[in-house]
């Protein structure tokens, strides 16, 4: 089973930037061979959860939420077994809990299985 950890959340001010990583465990045993995607998510309070980013692993495409497109940045690092996001011009309504994702990518699109217990990140206007 794949675990998921993320951090790099914090409190910033509206226009600031934060970068959120998010490190996989198990990634060799179980997506070693596997096309998968990795994606961040995040849920405000009161608020359904959303997908934000997404990155496919086998072939380094990413796909954004209208959103956060222009501002936000999904990466990843295959020799860590590591994704990042970075968010810039943050604004009060990304204020939410982020979760890093994980799962097979099929030609239907992804299915995350897998997921981090999430990481704060807090705007203030």
């Known amino acids: 089973q794949v675990q998921l950890v993320e951090s790099g959340g914090g409190s910033v001010e509206a226009g600031g930037s934060l970068r959120l990583s998010c490190a996989a465990a198990g990634y060799s045993n179980v997506y070693s061979n596997v096309r998968y995607c990795m994606g961040w998510f995040r849920q405000a309070p009161g608020k359904e959860r959303e997908g934000v980013a997404t990155?496919?692993?086998?072939?380094?495409?990413?796909y954004y939420t209208d959103s956060v497109k222009g501002r936000f940045t999904i990466s990843r690092d295959n020799f860590n077994n590591s994704v990042y996001l970075q968010m810039n011009s943050l604004k009060p309504e990304d204020t939410a809990m982020y979760y890093c994702?994980?799962?097979?990518?099929?030609?239907?699109?992804?299915?995350?299985?897998?997921w981090g217990q999430g990481t704060q990140v807090t705007d203030s206007s």
């Open positions: 994702a994980a799962g097979p990518h099929f030609f239907s699109g992804c299915e995350y299985r897998h």
């Open positions: 990155i496919t692993i086998d072939g380094d495409r990413s």
